[in-house]
């Protein structure tokens, strides 16, 4: 094990509000940052750095912890971009939406999907992302759904269980049974892989009774819950995953008092997913309207092949910032710590001693820059576990 320490550094964000400038990001001015094996041990001003085994010279750039994507949807085969093109073209679509990855999922081979996987974490990790979740959900049979969660075993650092994410065509008369299936055979099939269950609680998908059952049962087999909730209409999936102290209700574009209101009193992050809304001309989440009602906000990718092909965290900030009411520093928290609550892990999303050293150094003096430049390529470099790997 050998340690490295980053110089020059013209500002760190180390989302510890005890340094650097006091403020939630605790911006730390001309810092510097010592890694020993996959810890960050030392933050600290650049003049009064110990020395390290190797040093590296930011040359006045900015540093921020690597992003945490705490909501994808990765294990997938297939491609639509006919049903992005109708979209945007304002052209009927009617091939099948998620049932035409979930066809193609299931003839993929293992092989198909790893490579896929590996493929868009490699994509990720290049632009700083540094902490992924993905989840099942294109399978939806017991076999299918078992073998893509085994497939992501050791690839990526969360994994969830998503088999209730729509009632596949077998069961479009029968979606009791389905429900059944979900909280029966496939749980215990899914169980062992991941850490997460999921539900798509929406109309067309999951109602709140269903939800609840996915989600108990879930929990019964040590699985947490997070939450698809309120992203295409008003529903009880927000305050359903309060109620069961999800780790986080994801996307939350359509909100009522009451469902805000359960978010601030509640231990649940609200994740927003802009490139969702980007995706497909949706109205965008109110991001100011739950800050300012004092709830922990995350903003994740939500990549996935039919509404949001994004792997970038950088241009959900930018998103964030222009389009949901978010200023440059809450979105950059939310990237960053905001995921690692959604996680509810404490050893990421913040540089600080005893953090995991996941750092992203960008070819830029000021983090605001992910928003001020967006689509730019700003990652000069990544550390993901103390080792350099861009």
């Not at 750095?49 to 949807?73: E, K, Q, Y």
């Not at 009880?236 to 805000?260: F, I, K, M, N, W």
């Not at 359960?262 to 490139?275: F, S």
Request: proline share 6%.
């Amino acid at each position: 094990m050998t340690s490295t320490v980053l110089t020059h550094i013209s500002g760190l964000v180390t989302n510890d509000p005890s340094q650097g400038d006091g403020t939630p990001l605790g911006l730390v001015r001309d810092a510097a940052v010592v890694i020993d094996g996959d810890r960050v041990v030392w933050t600290g001003g650049s003049a009064r750095a110990p020395a390290a085994d190797r040093a590296v010279d930011a040359g006045g750039r900015a540093v921020l912890p690597g992003f945490v994507d705490s909501h994808s949807h990765l294990l997938f085969a297939g491609d639509r971009t006919e049903e992005f093109n109708a979209r945007m073209s304002g052209r009927p679509y009617t091939a099948g939406g998620i049932r035409t990855t979930v066809a193609a999922t299931r003839a993929a081979t293992d092989e198909e999907l790893a490579a896929g996987l590996v493929r868009h974490l490699d994509e990720a990790l290049r632009q700083g992302t540094t902490t992924f979740e993905t989840k099942s959900g294109y399978g939806l049979t017991v076999a299918d759904e078992a073998r893509a969660l085994a497939v992501a075993a050791g690839l990526t650092d969360e994994l969830t269980f998503l088999g209730a994410h729509v009632v596949p065509p077998e069961y479009e008369d029968d979606p009791a049974g389905y429900v059944a299936l979900v909280t029966g055979p496939m749980l215990d099939a899914c169980a062992p892989y991941a850490r997460w269950i999921d539900v798509f609680c929406e109309r067309g998908a999951f109602d709140g009774d269903q939800a609840r059952a996915v989600l108990t049962a879930g929990k019964a087999k040590g699985l947490l819950p997070r939450v698809h909730a309120n992203q295409l209409g008003p529903g009880p999936g927000v305050r359903l995953a309060v109620e069961l102290d999800a780790a986080s209700a994801d996307h939350c574009t359509h909100l009522d008092d009451a469902d805000v209101d359960a978010l601030a009193a509640g231990n649940t992050v609200a994740t927003l997913l802009p490139g969702a809304e980007f995706s497909t001309r949706a109205p965008w989440p109110d991001a100011r309207r739950l800050l300012d009602a004092g709830v922990t906000v995350a903003l994740s990718t939500d990549c996935n092949p039919g509404s949001s092909y994004t792997s970038s965290m950088a241009f959900c900030v930018a998103l964030a910032v222009r389009d949901m009411g978010m200023t440059p520093d809450e979105a950059v928290r939310a990237a960053t710590a905001g995921g690692a609550a959604a996680l509810r892990r404490t050893d990421v999303g913040r540089i600080a001693p005893g953090a995991r050293a996941d750092l992203l150094l960008l070819d830029a003096p000021s983090h605001v820059h992910l928003a001020y430049r967006p689509g730019v390529p700003l990652a000069a470099g990544v550390w993901r576990r103390g080792v350099r790997v861009v």
